[in-house]
């Protein structure tokens, strides 16, 4: 896969998550980059505009999927993002909940006291629930969702020896 490829790819699935097409294809060639690539350097690879470019930046600083570094002696900025893709799940976990669950939840609260219809409270307390659910994910260390998202990460190695219980043990 090219970087290109990715940085296509991640642009087609960037909406899905909250992103623009552009954030997302230049999270993709950040992500992907061997050294942190400047704005004018993906420009240069994605061929897209500079002030696109510049949008797509500020939307992913915001959702903090990306950081700026400078080097010494220099004023461009080159971007960084996380490697570690459960850092990401972690990022991108958050931000949904601070973007989309909780004006969805904002707004039912509204309709609630408008209407006092008791079924948009219900679906407030279920959205206060998940946003509180997503919001513990994303405090959690990439390791810890890991595991608790995938347990068979922290699930210990079996040695192939069964250990006897000590139950067993009593009734011999």
Do not use: Y
Request: a positive charge; hydrophobic letters at 40%.
């Amino acid at each position: 896969m090219t970087d290109l490829d990715l940085s296509d790819s991640f642009g087609e699935i960037a909406p899905r998550f909250g992103l623009s097409r552009p954030a997302g294809r230049c999270f993709g060639a950040i992500w992907r980059a061997a050294q942190a690539p400047s704005a004018e350097d993906l420009v240069d690879q994605l061929g897209l505009s500079r002030s696109n470019i510049s949008v797509a930046l500020k939307e992913l600083r915001e959702a903090g999927l990306i950081q700026s570094a400078r080097t010494p002696g220099s004023r461009k900025e080159f971007f960084v993002a996380p490697a570690d893709p459960w850092e990401l799940a972690r990022l991108v976990l958050g931000e949904r909940a601070r973007r989309v669950i909780g004006p969805a939840r904002d707004q039912l609260a509204a309709l609630e006291t408008r209407s006092a219809d008791p079924r948009a409270a219900a679906l407030c307390e279920v959205l206060d629930a998940v946003a509180g659910h997503m919001s513990a994910l994303s405090r959690l260390t990439p390791e810890a969702l890991a595991t608790q998202i995938d347990p068979a990460r922290s699930a210990p190695k079996s040695s192939g020896k069964k250990k006897k219980k000590k139950a067993d043990k009593a009734a011999t």
